[in-house]
């Protein structure tokens, strides 16, 4: 039988080369988690009270959760730098004109993106002369898709607002053609964007591996980032609009807090 764990896990003694044990022939296909991965895990049983145990990869492990063993699948979010050091977190904007803006854009733009092709924007708010912008960005946007191939970030400010625009390849066809922000401007769009790829990359993969599970499936995600971002991660998810086999996806963020991003 697997040991189970409430907060913390003994590690197994260490047997002798060839000597004999009496553990099941899965233990040696067992995940042997990361300290991080067992330190998120840990922090999200004492969300819901749980116990916990090691999985056979896949998942990486089970939870107890009100009389139900529930395989998780954990998956740590790769850290990528913005350079601009302790830039603000990002604060996004919802007014009616950040909203018609985007559904503008979304509309145009994402008839017209091609498949396996994701583009990403972020704006700066308030938007200053938002038709002549969003007419602007639309011709912009289709020059970058003439390369034919994602490149740099591209960077401008047209009339007045900063723009950042980056394309990513993107295989599932589940996934959404445009994602738009619009921000405040001590906000750090380099940050944005590496969450919505982060994020993106986490949840298809996972969810790809979790078919091959059965019953109700967990995903926990680690990150680097504080809990100030959870409204950025929470508005990402909700524009993949993408239907995951994940009964719940939850973020364990850097300083061990855990919160619900779906279910």
């Known amino acids: 039988m697997r040991q189970r764990h409430a907060v913390d896990c003994q590690k197994d003694a260490v047997s002798p080369v060839g000597a004999k ?7 040696e296909r067992m995940k042997d988690l990361k300290k991080r991965e067992q330190t998120a895990i840990e922090a999200v ?3 819901f009270s749980a116990t916990w145990e090691h999985g056979i990869n896949p998942p990486e492990a089970y939870l107890m959760v009100a009389g139900k063993r529930v395989p998780v699948e954990i998956t740590t979010f790769k850290r990528r730098g913005t350079g601009q050091g302790n830039a603000a977190m990002p604060r996004l904007r919802f ?8 559904e503008r854009l979304q509309a145009t733009v994402g008839k017209t993106v ?21 007419a602007s960005l639309e011709d912009k946007i289709q020059t970058l898709l003439g390369r ?6 591209e960077k401008d400010t047209i009339h007045g607002n900063r723009v950042r625009i980056r394309l990513l390849r993107d295989e599932s066809a589940r996934a959404p053609r445009m994602i738009g922000f619009v921000h405040n401007s001590d906000s750090d769009p380099l940050l944005l964007l590496n969450m919505t790829r982060e994020l993106l990359e986490s949840t ?15 995903l926990v995600v680690i990150s680097d980032e504080g809990i100030s971002c959870l409204e950025a991660y929470r508005y990402i ?10 009964k719940k996806i939850l973020i364990v963020f850097a300083d061990g807090r855990v919160a619900m991003l779906a279910g």
Do not use: H
């Open 21 to 27: 044990t009496d553990k099941p022939p899965e233990y």
């Open 45 to 47: 049983a004492r969300r």
């Open 95 to 102: 007014d009616k004109v950040a909203t018609r803006f985007i």
């Open 114 to 134: 091609p498949d396996g092709m994701m583009v990403l924007l972020t704006i700066t708010a308030p938007i200053r002369l938002p038709s002549k912008t969003a």
């Open 148 to 153: 034919g191939s994602p490149g740099r970030d």
């Open 204 to 218: 298809v993969s996972e969810a790809g591996r979790a078919t091959r599970l059965e019953g109700d499936r967990w």
């Open 237 to 246: 998810y909700s524009q993949f609009r993408m239907a995951t086999d994940f």
